[in-house]
């Protein structure tokens, strides 16, 4: 998981917790605001009942008042000489000193009296129903409808409140995610970077650098790297210059070696023919021109080995068959070693992409060394086979086998353990592998001896480009 991914599900554990509760407290409050929301109808018909009520009112009084002046009503008296046995409503009329009132009587309202003051001092009441309009019930009704719609106000005041704290939260969260992950990606590019860097350092490119100068630790790390590669590349190229100098020194130390061993016979055998004075015979004289004719011999074959080792060969790839090329081999060199038994396994279709000339080259000398470590009796295993994208060659022989200290100078030029070798047959051998764009191996073998793997590009891949290899 990347630093940046570390420092997001940071942020969004420590904020997601606390915003999921402040959105399930304003949504509890959202939703019984919402509950109130629709108050303009009642607030209209509150309203309107009051105006009706109110002018119900007014026009039972006016009906109640004309039917009293036509007679049409009749009067309950309450006589001055009665007054303490009047009610109470009746006393706070006189005392208030009132012409009339009209006042609301019966449980709920539901009738209309009339109260007037006569000249004589008596107190005349009249009364009528209302038509079953409970006049008390409605107020009531109207009262509590109007304290409703109040409510409802202020619920939408809170409600608006709740939608504003809603979208401030909501934006603010947006900003702060959006920084941090503007912060998480200034932080975390760096190490990217580094990352990227440390694997193409790993992969062998010593020339990598990674820009960026900041004075941060990032900017800290990023330029420790970038010396680190520096020197490790300037440290590559030390040695590598330091390893081809004394890999031409110990040839030039085994060339002189080996020249030195050839001309020391020539020598003594000119001195001896010198000391002779001319008295020389002639099967004496035939034996020192053979000498002589087999150490320049000798003496060509190591120069000859020597000026191949040293040369580059160009490389051109093209598709080849290894059938072909393993049975050719194996033709030609059959009749030098006529008690080696060969085991030949060719696989149906074998081809590469590689120069068929090196390719024989490698062939020729590991099947001549199996021949020679398998000797007169031994057996020698060849075979062919795909491997994804590589075809590959194995030669194994039944031959006493390869020490511990052979397998690890196996490859390494002027390291040889077979009597008269050069020791740069598969020197020679694993540079043109290699400008083939293949690889040679050594593996153990079940026959027992020495067994190598040449595995070299499958024919149709691309060409590789010839490897190039410092002389």
Not at 107 to 131: A, F, H, K, M
Not at 315 to 334: G, I, K, Q, S, Y
Not at 425 to 435: D, H, Q, Y
């Amino acid at each position: 998981m990347s630093l940046r991914t570390k420092l997001i599900l940071v942020f969004l554990a420590a904020t997601l917790a606390p915003m999921a509760v402040m959105i399930w407290v304003t949504t509890s409050l959202l939703d019984q605001s919402l509950r109130y929301a629709t108050t303009a109808e009642l607030d209209e018909l509150s309203r309107s009942l009051e105006t009706t009520g109110r002018e119900m009112y007014q026009k039972s009084r006016e009906a109640l008042k004309h039917d009293v002046l036509a007679g049409r009503v009749a009067p309950r008296r309450y006589l001055p000489f009665e007054v303490n046995a009047w009610p109470p409503h009746v006393v706070r009329f006189v005392a208030s000193k009132e012409p009339e009132r009209f006042f609301l009587s019966g449980d709920q309202g539901e009738r209309l009296n009339y109260l007037v003051t006569r000249q004589d001092g008596e107190v005349w009441e009249y009364s009528r129903p209302l038509g079953g309009v409970a006049m008390n019930k409605l107020t009531k009704q109207i009262s509590g409808a109007r304290e409703l719609v109040e409510r409802a106000r202020a619920y939408d005041v809170r409600r608006g409140v709740t939608f504003a704290l809603l979208v401030t939260a909501a934006g603010v969260y947006v900003l702060a995610l959006s920084i941090l992950m503007w912060i998480a990606f200034r932080v975390s590019r760096p190490m990217r970077s580094l990352k990227l860097g440390l694997q193409t350092l790993a992969s062998g490119d010593f020339a990598v650098r990674i820009e960026g100068d900041g004075a941060d630790e990032a900017g800290q790390v990023i330029a420790a790297f970038n010396e680190t590669a520096a020197q490790l590349e300037e440290s590559r190229e030390k040695l590598v210059e330091l390893t081809r100098v004394a890999s031409w020194q110990m040839l030039a130390r085994k060339m002189a070696h080996e020249v030195k061993n050839s001309l020391t016979p020539i020598r003594l055998t000119m001195e001896e023919i010198g000391a002779r004075n001319g008295s020389v015979d002639s099967t004496f004289l035939k034996q020192a021109s053979q000498i002589v004719a087999d150490e320049v011999t000798t003496l060509e074959k190591r120069v000859r080995a020597f000026s191949d080792f040293a040369a580059e060969p160009p490389a051109h790839p093209r598709e080849t068959d290894l059938n072909a090329l393993v049975a050719e081999r194996v033709a030609f060199l059959r009749p030098s070693h006529p008690g080696v038994a060969y085991d030949i396994q060719l696989a149906e279709h074998a081809g590469a992409t590689a120069d068929p000339d090196l390719v024989r080259g490698v062939l020729t000398n590991l099947l001549e060394n199996a021949a020679q470590a398998a000797g007169p009796g031994g057996r020698i295993q060849t075979r062919t086979f795909s491997e994804g994208a590589r075809t590959v060659v194995e030669v194994a022989d039944s031959g006493p086998g390869l020490t511990d200290l052979a397998r690890s100078t196996l490859f390494q030029p002027s390291i040889t353990f077979k009597k008269n070798g050069m020791g740069l047959g598969l020197s020679i051998a694993r540079r043109s592998v290699m400008l083939c764009g293949g690889e040679i191996e050594h593996y153990e073998s079940t026959l027992g001896g020495a067994a190598f793997r040449v595995s070299l590009p499958a024919a149709g891949r691309e060409e590789p480009h010839a490897a190039h290899l410092d002389r």
